[in-house]
């Protein structure tokens, strides 16, 4: 009787389906997300956004990392969420 009641109690829980794989970001999107991170990394440094050169797109499970470089030599790293907004600019 007892095994019945505990059994009644429980409940099965599905994994919540994770934003990274459910979002999906297109060429233009990531063509976007670099622009922003190269103005940015110029407001950042103070320097003209021609002068920044993106150069390293990596995904995770839950971000987007673009890395780069200023013409100073000055290294960064923009991180932008699953859906493709920005999130922070580090300075490396």
Do not use: W
């Amino acid at each position: 009787m007892l095994v019945l009641l505990l059994a009644g109690c429980s409940e099965t829980v599905s994994p919540p389906t994770q934003k990274a794989q459910r979002a999906r970001i297109t060429p233009q999107t990531t063509l976007n997300m670099a622009q922003l991170c190269k103005d940015q990394a110029a407001i950042r440094y103070n320097t003209q956004t021609q002068l920044v050169d993106v150069n390293h797109f990596e995904q995770f499970q839950a971000s987007y990392e673009l890395s780069g470089r200023t013409g100073k030599n000055e290294r960064f790293i923009c991180s932008f969420d699953p859906d493709g907004q920005f999130m922070h600019l580090s300075m490396r």
